[in-house]
T-cell receptor, first 114, second 112 residues
Framework: KAGVTQTPRYLIKTRGQQVTLSCSPI?????VSWYQQTPGQGLQFLFE???????NKGNFPGRFSGRQFSNSRSEMNVSTLELGDSALYLC?????????????FGPGTRLTVL | QKEVEQNSGPLSVPEGAIASLNCTYS??????FFWYRQYSGKSPELIMS????GDKEDGRFTAQLNKASQYVSLLIRDSQPSDSATYLC????????????FGTGTRLQVTL
């Protein structure tokens, strides 16, 4: 099976702009979770989508949003970018997002905000 | 107190030795535990998952879980230079099945 794919792999934006990141889960996986990784804060959970519904949300401002399509592909949007949004954004997919499910990570999108 | 704690390291072990990586968590109701390996510039990849008390072995890797002590560890036998990476402990806290809470990771260096 193909793994989780994320596009684009690298992005450079300036403060105030907005950005959209895309994630295609492993075939058959219906749960997609998004994480932000920074050197200072480590890996932090943003939100999880299952069957086109946000099922879980982390402690990030409303500038961070997402959605999921009927084919389980997911997008994440960050509006009004700040310097502190520079990070590696990772998405992970799992079959159902259940307790015993393993989350498999994509290669990530490296976002740099200037 | 952080929800998931790991020693940041670096932990340095000679090639062929056993590397022992430790993780403690604060939520007694946590049920799922994962070890991920992350090479510099890459995304995390799953090493082991463990859900019940005791040991779970997979090749050179053994995960150990002690829910009473709220402690999970990863042993790497016959460490190789290719094992040099950051090891992330991840836990699903009570009521958050789809959300992984990560420790800050332990950097392992396997020396020749």
């Amino acid at each position: 099976k193909a793994g989780v794919t994320q596009t684009p792999r690298y992005l450079i934006k300036t403060r105030g702009q907005q950005v959209t990141l895309s994630c295609s889960p492993i075939s058959g996986h219906r749960s997609v979770s998004w994480y932000q990784q920074t050197p200072g804060q480590g890996l932090q959970f943003l939100f999880e989508y299952f069957s086109e519904t946000q099922r879980n949300k982390g402690n990030f401002p409303g500038r961070f949003s997402g959605r999921q399509f009927s084919n389980s592909r997911s997008e994440m949007n960050v509006s009004t970018l700040e310097l502190g949004d520079s990070a590696l954004y990772l998405c992970a997919s799992s079959p159902q997002g259940g307790l015993a499910d393993t989350q498999y990570f994509g290669p990530g999108t490296r976002l740099t905000v200037l | 107190q952080k929800e998931v704690e790991q020693n940041s390291g670096p932990l340095s072990v000679p090639e062929g030795a056993i590397a022992s990586l430790n993780c403690t968590y604060s939520d007694r109701g946590s049920q799922s535990f994962f070890w991920y390996r992350q090479y510099s510039g890459k995304s995390p990849e799953l090493i082991m998952s463990i859900y019940s008390n005791g040991d779970k072995e997979d090749g050179r890797f053994t995960a150990q879980l002690n829910k009473a002590s709220q402690y999970v560890s990863l042993l790497i036998r016959d460490s190789q230079p290719s094992d040099s990476a950051t090891y992330l402990c991840a836990v699903t806290l009570t009521g958050t099945a789809s959300k992984l809470t990560f420790g800050t990771g332990t950097r392992l260096q396997v020396t020749l």
